[in-house]
């Protein structure tokens, strides 16, 4: 078993072609092939957003704290808020856009 402890792996600013605002991406692991997945731990300042984007494979998200806004493009904008788990299966495109107490 590889244990990757606490803090050893860098944090890097969410890039700007992909983020508008302070965003920061703390990788937490990359599995091996063939499994090909990762996961990070993004955390949004508030008014901070993604971009539209796509994941072919999906996606999952998992809101630690925070209240935000999450939409796949031709579908109604969700709220999500901590302990929600998101899972998208070939999600075409995402927003994601943090907010402090959405309604």
């Known amino acids: 078993m590889e244990i990757k402890r606490?803090?050893?792996?860098?944090?890097?600013?969410g890039p700007a072609a992909h983020f508008t605002g302070s965003v920061r991406i703390d990788p937490?692991?990359?599995?091996?092939?063939?499994?090909?997945?990762?996961?990070?731990?993004?955390?949004?300042?508030?008014?901070?957003?993604?971009?539209?984007?796509?994941?072919?494979?999906?996606q999952i998200l998992i809101v630690c704290f925070g209240c935000g806004y999450v939409q796949s493009w031709g579908e109604p904008i969700q709220v999500i808020r901590p302990g929600d788990v998101g899972a998208a299966l070939r999600v075409r495109s995402i927003g994601m856009v943090p907010h402090a107490a959405p309604g």
Do not use: I, K
Request: charge should be negative; charged fraction near 20%.
């Open 6 to 13: 606490n803090g050893s792996r860098p944090s890097v600013q």
């Open 28 to 58: 937490l692991f990359d599995a091996p092939e063939p499994a090909g997945s990762r996961g990070s731990y993004v955390t949004f300042e508030p008014c901070a957003r993604s971009d539209w984007h796509t994941h072919p494979l999906g």
